[in-house]
């Protein structure tokens, strides 16, 4: 038997949907298969073998997910995220050698799963639950100081241009999933509809996340372009809705708040 | 083995203990990671990885590396592995003998392979490939395993004899490792510890296994047996002393605790090496 046809055909088994004794109790050429493949014996059968490997499969996977998406977990109960993750590794095959990286793309597939009817905001959940994940591995930057801003001269200040550090996820949400987050268990109550764009950021080794307000929520975008944006458009922007000094005020206010959470660098 | 020096006794390093460990309160001589952990653009995990290096020679433990796959070495993996470590200056790289991938996807584990001269060639090729992109000899670790597959034409140990041979590798030996497959398969463990070249081996692994009845599962999340015990030390008479690592991966105790099981490690090896 070649290398590639042993695994070819040990994968596909220990990956099924079904326990590879499911599997051969239906199919006699299944089973044929694997006792030609695999030697059994009195304490394990051939197929008792490969079970030992496909249930480590899944419950290794399994048990990340619910260990990186507790809230999302809880929210489902244990029984309907075991089916999910079941139908994920089905359609998501694991690609990437990091076990941390099996998650990435089950809050997208959760927003179409069955389970979504019944809770349209739990993709959002399991979203914010990953985007906190991933920021705490994401790279560093040295965000920009308040004491630093505040030895810009005056006149100089319209021409500094803003960035979000790297390790930032912009979320758009359709939810108020924080409150939800917050409670971090299944018995709170669902969250309300009311759409937001939440950052979620990095600040050292602690994750943080918060709704954007009114005036800030146009501009984040824009701040997380790589090319940033400069204080003198945010100011014009505010300035379409506030009288020129109140727009400079509001301006330097946004930016002390992104300075002291550490959100942004300065672009050269 | 010109490469492997004996660092003396280590542990695992693990979330827990990351921030004890960077500050130097491990009782031990060196540090093993999983390099997949630390294979990430930046924050805490590089941070206590370059904290830790300036406190313990460190060794890059890799699971992923899929070197029996019949995929092809993923060369992204091998850059992301050369970077780190060109920044960590590992004592040494090792991973295992086994594969963790088929057709582009993962399946995080440690699947064993056919014993088979075709096999043979595949995994020497593919040791002798790495080694040349890192730029050093690996060492090559035995899984547990729960299956024979029924073309094998040798044994495990002469299959890791050849492939030292061929690829010139060195060995990770782990004595648990030969404990369970032992017991799962049926053969006497120290026919292993006789077959494996013992200049090739660079590194003992010890840990715990759970006893499922009808087999015995590699889960690290109990003590050393004295089984093992006694497998080491057998293992040292054979070899000489080498560099040692406790690996522990649930059901972690404290870090005191977990250091005097390693130190147990010192105690029997020189017991065993006098």
């Given at each position: 038997?070649?290398?590639?046809?042993?695994?070819?055909?040990?994968?596909?088994?220990?990956?099924?949907?079904?326990?590879?004794?499911?599997?051969?109790?239906?199919?006699?050429?299944?089973?044929?298969?694997?006792?030609?493949?695999?030697?059994?014996?009195?304490?394990?059968?051939?197929?008792?073998?490969?079970?030992?490997?496909?249930?480590?499969?899944?419950?290794?996977?399994?048990?990340?997910?619910?260990?990186?998406?507790?809230?999302?977990?809880?929210?489902?109960?244990?029984?309907?995220?075991?089916?999910?993750?079941?139908?994920?590794?089905?359609?998501?095959?694991?690609?990437?050698?990091?076990?941390?990286?099996?998650?990435?793309?089950?809050?997208?597939?959760?927003?179409?799963?069955?389970?979504?009817?019944?809770?349209?905001?739990?993709?959002?959940?399991?979203?914010?639950?990953?985007?906190?994940?991933?920021?705490?591995?994401?790279?560093?930057?040295?965000p920009a100081?308040?004491?630093?801003?505040?030895?810009?001269?005056?006149?100089?200040?319209?021409?500094?241009?803003f960035r979000l550090i790297?390790?930032?996820?912009?979320?758009?949400?359709?939810?108020?999933?924080?409150?939800?987050?917050?409670?971090?268990?299944?018995?709170?109550?669902?969250?309300?509809?009311?759409?937001?764009?939440?950052?979620?950021?990095?600040?050292?080794?602690?994750?943080?996340?918060?709704?954007?307000?009114?005036?800030?929520?146009?501009?984040?975008?824009?701040l997380?372009?790589?090319?940033?944006?400069?204080?003198?458009?945010?100011?014009?922007?505010?300035?379409?809705?506030?009288?020129?000094?109140?727009?400079?005020?509001?301006?330097?206010?946004?930016v002390?708040?992104w300075a002291?959470e550490e959100l942004i660098v300065v672009?050269? | 083995?010109?490469?492997?020096?004996?660092?003396?006794?280590?542990?695992?390093?693990?979330?827990?203990?990351?921030?004890?460990?960077?500050?130097?309160?491990?009782?031990?001589?060196?540090?093993?990671?999983?390099?997949?952990?630390?294979?990430?653009?930046?924050?805490?995990?590089?941070?206590?990885?370059?904290?830790?290096?300036?406190?313990?020679?460190?060794?890059?433990?890799?699971?992923?590396?899929?070197?029996?796959?019949?995929?092809?070495?993923?060369?992204?993996?091998?850059?992301?592995?050369?970077?780190?470590?060109?920044?960590?200056?590992?004592?040494?790289?090792?991973?295992?003998?086994?594969?963790?991938?088929?057709?582009?996807?993962?399946?995080?584990?440690?699947?064993?392979?056919?014993?088979?001269?075709?096999?043979?060639?595949?995994?020497?090729?593919?040791?002798?490939?790495?080694?040349?992109?890192?730029?050093?000899?690996?060492?090559?670790?035995?899984?547990?395993?729960?299956?024979?597959?029924?073309?094998?034409?040798?044994?495990?140990?002469?299959?890791?004899?050849?492939?030292?041979?061929?690829?010139?590798?060195?060995?990770?030996?782990?004595?648990?490792?030969?404990?369970?497959?032992?017991?799962?398969?049926?053969?006497?463990?120290?026919?292993?510890?006789?077959?494996?070249?013992?200049?090739?081996?660079?590194?003992?692994?010890?840990?715990?296994?759970?006893?499922?009845?009808?087999?015995?599962?590699?889960?690290?999340?109990?003590?050393?047996?004295?089984?093992?015990?006694?497998?080491?030390?057998?293992?040292?008479?054979?070899?000489?002393?080498?560099?040692?690592?406790?690996?522990?991966?649930?059901?972690?105790?404290?870090?005191?605790?977990?250091?005097?099981?390693?130190?147990?490690?010192?105690?029997?090896?020189?017991?065993?090496?006098?």
């Open positions: 038997m070649k290398l590639s046809d042993t695994q070819a055909r040990f994968y596909g088994l220990v990956t099924a949907r079904d326990d590879v004794a499911a599997i051969a109790a239906r199919d006699p050429e299944a089973r044929a298969a694997v006792e030609e493949m695999v030697i059994g014996d009195a304490r394990l059968s051939a197929v008792d073998r490969l079970d030992v490997y496909a249930a480590m499969y899944f419950v290794r996977i399994h048990d990340v997910l619910m260990e990186e998406l507790p809230r999302t977990a809880a929210a489902l109960g244990g029984e309907a995220f075991h089916g999910v993750v079941t139908d994920y590794l089905q359609a998501c095959r694991p690609s990437h050698p990091s076990l941390r990286e099996a998650g990435a793309r089950l809050p997208a597939f959760l927003a179409t799963h069955p389970c979504a009817v019944e809770r349209p905001w739990l993709a959002e959940l399991a979203r914010l639950e990953r985007a906190r994940l991933e920021v705490f591995d994401g790279p560093d930057a040295a100081s308040i004491a630093a801003l505040r030895a810009v001269p005056p006149e100089r200040f319209g021409a500094l241009r790297p390790s930032h996820r912009l979320l758009d949400n359709r939810f108020a999933i924080a409150p939800t987050w917050r409670a971090g268990d299944a018995n709170g109550a669902p969250p309300r509809a009311a759409p937001e764009t939440m950052i979620v950021w990095r600040r050292d080794s602690a994750v943080f996340h918060r709704a954007a307000d009114a005036d800030e929520a146009p501009w984040l975008p824009r997380a372009d790589a090319r940033g944006a400069l204080f003198a458009d945010l100011c014009a922007a505010l300035g379409e809705k506030l009288p020129d000094e109140a727009a400079a005020a509001r301006a330097f206010e946004l002390a708040r002291a672009v050269d | 083995m010109e490469g492997f020096p004996n660092l003396g006794t280590g542990i695992g390093l693990r979330p827990p203990h990351y921030a004890d460990v960077a500050e130097g309160r491990a009782a031990v001589d060196w540090l093993e990671v999983i390099t997949e952990n630390f294979m990430v653009e930046g924050g805490n995990p590089r941070r206590v990885l370059r904290a830790v290096r300036e406190r313990y020679p460190v060794v890059l433990h890799g699971v992923s590396m899929s070197l029996g796959s019949v995929d092809p070495l993923d060369e992204r993996y091998l850059d992301g592995l050369a970077a780190l470590a060109r920044e960590i200056e590992p004592a040494w790289i090792s991973d295992h003998l086994c594969w963790s991938g088929f057709g582009g996807h993962s399946g995080h584990d440690l699947w064993p392979l056919p014993y088979t001269e075709e096999a043979l060639r595949h995994v020497a090729a593919r040791v002798s490939r790495v080694q040349e992109r890192l730029g050093r000899r690996i060492l090559v670790e035995n899984v547990s395993s729960y299956l024979t597959f029924r073309h094998s034409t040798m044994t495990e140990w002469e299959f890791l004899t050849a492939l030292a041979e061929t690829a010139d590798c060195g060995l990770l030996l782990d004595v648990n490792n030969v404990f369970v497959s032992a017991r799962n398969h049926g053969f006497d463990p120290s026919a292993f510890l006789d077959g494996v070249p013992r200049g090739r081996v660079g590194q003992f692994h010890l840990a715990g296994h759970s006893d499922k009845g009808t087999h015995l599962l590699d889960t690290h999340d109990h003590p050393v047996c004295d089984d093992v015990w006694a497998l080491y030390r057998e293992a040292v008479r054979r070899t000489g002393a080498r560099a040692t690592l406790l690996e522990r991966d649930d059901h972690i105790p404290s870090l005191d605790e977990l250091c005097a099981e390693a130190r147990r490690a010192a105690d029997v090896a020189a017991e065993a090496a006098a």
